[in-house]
């Protein structure tokens, strides 16, 4: 598993004779272990067009928790191509494997399902889910469902005029990097979804875990929710 690989370089780099930097991962790694995470499970509900980084980078910050799993669904349950020709093998959802964590990738307009049984799927899997986290226009997915009406959200500042207009019930918020409201969390267009995830991370895993994950992965994560150098 590549997550494991990763730890293993991690701890074969923190034993090698590099002075400050050996003592500093192996003490990060000390500390890693003392507390056990709860686990995290994780449904990646996929289509046609879905934008790779909506849900591959989410996928990224979920996959370095201590315990963690996942499943990427679909409504066909086959090979799902992303917009950027992204091939990825699916399970064929199915509401006795739903997971408690359920994302909702993003997509331009032009490849946003129309079949009323994807809506069908993403209402039963969003109402089984304890958390629904959304990245760009998967906010709008969700909102059609109707789960979102009276709720505060967001999407990519480039779709609000659209989402406003499809689902007016909703109470879209122009500027954020990501919106919290009870268990719906969603963010702005494409890399924000990075931020929500650590976001999530931080508030049901600890801000430490989140900042070690930001660390471990090299990004330079804005943790304000109301840092929006995007909004319109």
Do not use: H
Request: hydrophobic share 45%; aromatic share 8%; proline share 6%.
């Amino acid at each position: 598993m590549l997550l494991t690989t990763r730890r293993q370089v991690c701890s074969l780099a923190a034993a090698l004779p590099v002075s400050a930097f050996a003592s500093s991962v192996q003490a990060s790694e000390a500390n890693a272990g003392a507390e056990k995470s709860p686990k995290a499970e994780l449904s990646v509900l996929l289509y046609p067009g879905f934008e790779t980084i909506d849900a591959m980078g989410p996928v990224e910050m979920f996959g370095n928790l201590r315990d963690f799993s996942m499943r990427f669904a679909s409504l066909e349950g086959r090979v799902v191509k992303s917009a950027q020709g992204l091939p990825v093998m699916t399970e064929k959802f199915e509401m006795e494997n739903a997971s408690p964590l359920l994302l909702v990738p993003g997509a331009a307009p032009a490849f946003l399902p129309k079949d009323p049984r994807f809506f069908e799927m993403l209402k039963s899997a969003a109402q089984k889910a304890d958390y629904v986290l959304t990245v760009c226009t998967g906010s709008l997915l969700v909102a059609k469902t109707g789960l979102l009406n009276g709720k505060k959200a967001t999407s990519n500042k480039k779709a609000l005029p659209m989402v406003m207009k499809a689902v007016p019930q909703v109470d879209w918020q122009k500027k954020a990097r990501w919106v919290v409201d009870g268990r719906f969390y969603t963010s702005s267009g494409i890399s924000a979804g990075m931020d929500m995830a650590l976001g999530f991370i931080a508030d049901r895993f600890g801000e430490a875990e989140a900042r070690r994950i930001a660390g471990f992965t090299e990004y330079r994560r804005i943790a304000d929710p109301s840092d929006d150098p995007f909004a319109i």
